[in-house]
C-alpha cells in the first residue's frame, strides 16, 4: 500500500481542486484522507455518505472548581499562557488558550484544578460519491493538536486501506509547513506538490522542499495557472531540475475550476477540454512513478 | 488600532490585502505591518523596504545538567512526553516542548534549567513611511505559535499605540489563527465567492465571534463563483468592506510581485472604502 501526500505551501494554488480529480480518476480503488484539517473542503466535491463518526478529542485543559479553589493565584503566576484569569474575583480557565501542560494542577494547594480532554471535532469514516472509502474531520474552530487529529484521520485511512487491499490512500494536506504539514508527510511514500507561478509560490515551493528532503520523500511537481506568468513558471522547473524533482504538469489558468467547484464537480466532469487530458495523463504518470 | 487580516481558505489574498492596504495607508500615516504567517511569510516579496533590526528568536526548553538522582517526576509531569528517562539519563525532546517551565522549576534538585532554542529570525524594515516586521520559522520547526506570541510582543514594545498596526495572519482556524488574531481592534475576513471560499468563511466567522472579536468580510476576485458568500454575509448581519473584482491583470502584477508597485491604482477605491469604513483617520490622529 502506498502513501500519496498532495500539498502545496501556499494556500489556493488548486490543491484540492487537484485532489478531487485523482480521487474521480482513481475512483473506488483509492481510499482517501482529507487532512487539510482546519479547512476541508475535499467533501464539497466528493460528496461523502458518512458511515460512521468518531469522538476526536485534542489537548488536555485544566478546569478550576470554584467550590474548592481559596483564590491565592499561584495557578495564574505559574502559567506560561496566560489562560488563567480573575473575572469578579474568580480564577477561571480560557480554554481556547490552555495548552494543558498541568502545571497549575500541580502546584494548587487546594487540589481545585483538573485536567479534562476537550472534545473539539470530529472524524467521519464514509463513502465518496465515486465509490471509494474517505476519511475526514471536522476540527472546532480554534482547537489546538491539528497535528494530532491529522495522524488520527491518516491512520484510519491506512487501517481501511489494509482491510480492503486498496493499494492507495491518497492524502490533502494543508498549507505551510508546521505541524499539520509534519504529521501528513510521516510516513509518505510519494509527495505531489501543486504550486503556482507567483513569487509567493515559488518561495513557498521552496520552503516545502526544504522539509520534504528532510525526510527523504520524492517528489513530483505540478504547476498550476502556469500561463499566469511563463518567466516564473521557467523559474520553477528550473528549481525542480536542479533539486530533481519530476516535473508532472503544467496546466493552464482556466476559470474551469471555479465554475466546477461552485457545481460541486471535479473539472473532469465539467469540462471535457484540454485541462481534463493533462489531469488525466498525470494521473497516470504519478501511478507510474509511486509503484516502485 | 490593530487590524488582523485572517482568513479561513489560503490563498484568497490577505497577503495581498495587507500589503496593498499597507502601502496605500503609508502616503496618510505611518502604518507597521507585521507578517504573521511565520511557517510562509510573503509580504516580503510584495514590499521592499530596508532591514534596519534582525534578532534570532527563541523557545525555552529544558535542558539536563546530567547531574540528578533520577526521580523521575520531571518525566511524569510533562504532558507532552516530552521528558525521556533512559537508564541513567535524561533526555529532552525539544519539538515536543511546549515551555511551560513545569518540570524545570518543579526540580527539587534544579537539573533541569531553561535554556534557549532557536526557533526562526525576526527582521524589521523600513521604506518611507512604512515599517514591516516579518518573523520567519526555520524549517523542520513545528510549532508556529509561540514565534506568533514573541513576534506581537516585539511589536508592541516598538510602536505604542499611535500606530495604525496590521497583521497578515496565517490561513486556517486552528491554534496559530488564534494567537494571531487575539487583542486585535478589527479582524478583516479576506475570502472568495466559491464554495471553499464560503465554507471556510463560516468556520473562520465561528472562530472570531467565539473570541468577540468585530469584523468585516473583504470578498475577493468577485464575480466568480456565484452569490452564496453575499447572501452568507447578508443573513447574518456581517459588513462587507469591499467587494475586490476578479482581474487577470491583477492576478499578472501580483505573480510578478509588482502589484504594490505597478499596479496600486487597481485597488485604492477598495483600499480608500476601508480606510473610511475603520474611520482610521479619526483613530489614527495625526499617526
Keep these: ?292 | 488600532m490593530n487590524i488582523a487580516i485572517a482568513s479561513g481558505k489560503g490563498g484568497t489574498g490577505k497577503t495581498t490585502l495587507s500589503t496593498s492596504l499597507a502601502t496605500f495607508l503609508s502616503q496618510t500615516y505611518e502604518p507597521v505591518l507585521v507578517d504573521l504567517d511565520v511557517e510562509e511569510p510573503n509580504t516580503g516579496l510584495l514590499v521592499r523596504g530596508d532591514e534596519v533590526h534582525a534578532q534570532d528568536m527563541f523557545k525555552l526548553v529544558p535542558e539536563w545538567t546530567g547531574n540528578c538522582s533520577l526521580c523521575g517526576q520531571c518525566r511524569d509531569i510533562c504532558n507532552f512526553n516530552a521528558v525521556i528517562q533512559t537508564g541513567s539519563s535524561i533526555t529532552i525532546l525539544s519539538d515536543l516542548c511546549h515551555s511551560c517551565h513545569a518540570c524545570s522549576e518543579l526540580c527539587r534538585e534544579s537539573a533541569l534549567p531553561m535554556v534557549q532554542e532557536r526557533i526562526g529570525v525576526l527582521k524589521r524594515f523600513r521604506s518611507a513611511q512604512l515599517h514591516r516586521v516579518e518573523s520567519i520559522l526555520d524549517v523542520g520547526q513545528d510549532q508556529a505559535t509561540p514565534l506568533i506570541a514573541q513576534t506581537k510582543d516585539y511589536v508592541s514594545e516598538h510602536f505604542d499605540d499611535h500606530f495604525i498596526k496590521i497583521y497578515d495572519c496565517p490561513p486556517g482556524t486552528a491554534c496559530a489563527v488564534v494567537e494571531a488574531v487575539k487583542g486585535a481592534d478589527y479582524v478583516i475576513l479576506v475570502t472568495e465567492p466559491t464554495p471553499f471560499g464560503l465554507y471556510d468563511l463560516k468556520l473562520a466567522v465561528e472562530l472570531i465571534r467565539k473570541m468577540g472579536l468585530e469584523f468585516g468580510v473583504v470578498v475577493n476576485r468577485s464575480g466568480i463563483g456565484n452569490d452564496d458568500v453575499l447572501k452568507y454575509c447578508r443573513d447574518n448581519w456581517i459588513p462587507i468592506l469591499a467587494k475586490i473584482p476578479n482581474d487577470r491583470r491583477i492576478a499578472e502584477y501580483h505573480s510578478e510581485g509588482t502589484l504594490i508597485s505597478d499596479g496600486l491604482q487597481f485597488l485604492e477605491g477598495h483600499l480608500g472604502a476601508i480606510e473610511n469604513y475603520l474611520d482610521l483617520s479619526v483613530v489614527a490622529g495625526a499617526g
Design chain 1, 1 to 292: 500500500m502506498r502513501e500519496i501526500v498532495i500539498i502545496s505551501g501556499k494556500g489556493g494554488t488548486g490543491k484540492t481542486s487537484v485532489m478531487a480529480s485523482f480521487s474521480y480518476l482513481g475512483g473506488k480503488d483509492l481510499v482517501l484522507a482529507d487532512c487539510d484539517v482546519d479547512a476541508a473542503d475535499l467533501h464539497m466535491l466528493m460528496q461523502p455518505r458518512i458511515e460512521t463518526t468518531a469522538d476526536y478529542f485534542g489537548g488536555l485543559k485544566a478546569r478550576i472548581d470554584s467550590d474548592h479553589c481559596k483564590n491565592c493565584g499561584l495557578c495564574k503566576d505559574v502559567c506560561r499562557f496566560d489562560s488563567i484569569s480573575v473575572k469578579e474575583g474568580i480564577h477561571g480557565v480560557d480554554a481556547m488558550v490552555c495548552e494543558g501542560c498541568g502545571y497549575c494542577q500541580r502546584v494548587c494547594p487546594a487540589e481545585a484544578i483538573s485536567m479534562h480532554p476537550e472534545h473539539v471535532g470530529d472524524v467521519y469514516i464514509s463513502q465518496s460519491r465515486v465509490g471509494s472509502s474517505m476519511v475526514h474531520a471536522r476540527l472546532n474552530a480554534g482547537a489546538d493538536n491539528s497535528g494530532k487529529l491529522v495522524s488520527q484521520v491518516k491512520s484510519e485511512a491506512k487501517r481501511i486501506a489494509m482491510e480492503l487491499d486498496r493499494k492507495m490512500v491518497l492524502i490533502d494536506g494543508s498549507p505551510g509547513i508546521g505541524c499539520p504539514v509534519i504529521s501528513s508527510l510521516t510516513g509518505a511514500d510519494y509527495v505531489v506538490l501543486v504550486t503556482e507561478p507567483t513569487q509567493a509560490g515559488l518561495h513557498d515551493l521552496e520552503r516545502i522542499y526544504e522539509l520534504i528532503k528532510s525526510f527523504n520523500i520524492p517528489c513530483g511537481c505540478i504547476v498550476n495557472k502556469f500561463d499566469i506568468n511563463i518567466k516564473i513558471t521557467r523559474r520553477i522547473k528550473a528549481f525542480m531540475h536542479t533539486k530533481g524533482i519530476e516535473f508532472i504538469a503544467k496546466i493552464p489558468y482556466d476559470e474551469g475550476f471555479t465554475e466546477a467547484m461552485t457545481e460541486g464537480l471535479t473539472i473532469l466532469e465539467y469540462d471535457q477540454n484540454g485541462i481534463s487530458t493533462i489531469l488525466r495523463n498525470s494521473w497516470e504518470r504519478i501511478k507510474v512513478l509511486t509503484q516502485g
